[in-house]
């Protein structure tokens, strides 16, 4: 820090003042205090000072001090997303494009595993657009496609291998038409133009587009993604902007367990009941499920006008289920990030939650149905996308998650601490049969949930929660190649850096 010391003569009174003290003098006086004049100078002959610098030998110096004043925001990345209203060429050159894109993703694929077989190594992302001319001479239709995009698929197959190499996630797989979403992706800014004035959108080799304006994008934009989803495109903008650090509106801590027949119990007892979108549609989705399995089957033609229409209810039914899922989890975890500061959940590992029981030829599995049934509806909840909303919006509020252990949450007495099978009586109710303590079942786990948060804050200021949140928040959200659709029209990611 950066000080201006200057001294002045007001009844033998010294100052030194350091840059940008406030102007207000009530505000000066609460910062300062007094010291000798030799600890202050270092200057054993006071006198000789004085006469060398034209400066009193006073008695004491009123020293003031200013805490600098950090200028801190938050870089924000943050991707909107939009239907757009194309009209048929447009939606052709769209699939084209697509295709292409999942085309070169295959033969990119294939080339990487047979150099794996032969011993070679891995080709990166640069590497690998070296190929990129070569199969535009053995697949003509390759060169109708934007060369950004086919360089994308490259840049995005590459960081595929890389997260498979770290382990944490599996090996990239083949794509295909129809299993896999259609979508490409512009990585470039002046590959596009945004006119929200006129809610019209230009893309290359595409032209103008029209799309549907539901809010306002803020932010540079950086790339730009195309989808298709049943039977409508979209594109999605991601962009970057800074904005002010927050403070998060909430001081209070609070503990959540997630359920079936409660979707989310907090530890004050809230109870937020389960939307259960799948099970809802369920049998609508099986009729057209039906349909199309008798059509391929007795169909002439495997594919038949008949059989894509029956497709096409599905997927709408689909996205229907996923749309009303996302909205419900944006609202839950909204209200829930604006109320507490901290939010303590439990580290589930759904993956392993919902595996299938049905086992092999040789160990057939037990109870197969009734564990068929429970995966459904966990997967219906939509747990791990309740923790990623949660964590994320926790971030841009300064706010903060903890995953604590979930073993035996449910058992253990919040009273006693006595931990047994028996306390939990049914499904619903807790007895502990050490103490007596009583309480929904529910509401035990989400204290318990709490309690261990608690203990991971040991040695931490708790009554303030949102004054020691760390500054470096992971990375919650982020946009993926294929972006999924969201009730607010948005995929969001965040990072935190002081500027």
């Not at 419900?328 to 589930?348: D, G, M, P, R």
């Not at 252990?405 to 007495?413: A, E, G, V």
Request: aromatic share 10%; glycine share 6%; with cysteine.
């Amino acid at each position: 820090m950066n000080v201006i010391i200057f001294t002045v003569e007001f009844d033998k009174l010294g100052f030194k003042v350091s840059a940008h003290v406030s102007k207000n003098a009530t505000e000066i006086i609460k910062h300062f205090f007094c010291e000798h004049v030799a600890s202050v100078f270092r200057y054993e002959d006071q006198m000789n000072m004085h006469l060398e610098n034209t400066m009193p030998s006073v008695p004491n110096i009123v020293v003031i001090f200013h805490r600098p004043e950090y200028i801190t925001c938050m870089k924000r990345l943050q991707a909107y997303k939009f239907e757009i209203t194309p009209n048929g060429e447009q939606i052709r050159m769209m699939r084209q494009y697509a295709g292409n894109a999942r085309k070169v993703w295959n033969l990119a694929l294939d080339r990487q595993e047979k150099n794996h077989e032969a011993g070679e190594k891995f080709t990166g992302a640069v590497g690998m657009n070296y190929w990129i001319p070569e199969w535009k001479k053995e697949f003509p239709f390759l060169r109708e496609s934007p060369a950004q995009t086919l360089q994308q698929v490259m840049e995005n197959l590459a960081k595929g291998y890389e997260k498979f190499f770290k382990k944490t996630a599996d090996h990239p797989a083949f794509k295909k038409k129809g299993k896999s979403a259609d979508s490409f992706r512009f990585p470039d800014a002046k590959q596009f133009i945004i006119d929200e004035a006129n809610n019209r959108i230009k893309l290359p080799k595409l032209g103008w587009i029209r799309y549907r304006n539901s809010r306002d994008i803020q932010g540079v934009p950086k790339n730009i993604t195309v989808s298709a989803s049943a039977g409508k495109w979209y594109f999605s903008v991601q962009t970057a902007r800074e904005v002010e650090q927050p403070h998060h509106p909430s001081t209070s801590i609070i503990g959540i367990d997630v359920g079936i027949t409660r979707f989310a119990t907090l530890s004050d007892a809230t109870c937020i009941n389960p939307l259960n979108t799948f099970r809802k549609h369920e049998i609508k989705l099986a009729k057209y499920q039906r349909r199309m399995s008798h059509i391929k089957k007795h169909s002439t033609k495997q594919f038949s006008n008949n059989w894509k229409r029956a497709k096409a209810h599905v997927q709408r039914i689909h996205s229907h289920i996923a749309n009303v899922r996302s909205d419900f989890l944006h609202k839950t975890t909204t209200t829930i990030s604006k109320s507490h500061a901290i939010v303590c959940i439990e580290n589930l590992q759904v993956i392993n939650m919902s595996k299938s029981a049905a086992g092999t030829s040789e160990a057939p599995g037990r109870n197969v149905k009734a564990k068929s049934g429970l995966n459904k509806s966990i997967l219906d909840q939509g747990w791990g996308e309740f923790r990623r909303q949660i964590t994320y919006k926790q971030a841009w509020l300064q706010g903060e998650v903890l995953a604590v252990p979930p073993h035996n949450t449910s058992r253990t007495c919040p009273a006693c601490a006595h931990v047994s099978g028996e306390n939990r009586k049914t499904q619903a109710k807790f007895v502990c049969v050490s103490c007596g303590y009583e309480n929904n079942a529910d509401v035990v786990g989400a204290i318990n949930i709490l309690n261990r948060g608690m203990k991971m804050l040991e040695g931490q200021d708790t009554v303030d929660a949102s004054t020691w949140y760390a500054s470096t928040a992971q990375i919650a959200c982020e946009v993926n190649d294929a972006v999924r659709s969201s009730a607010a029209g948005t995929r969001r990611s965040e990072s935190a850096v002081l500027c």
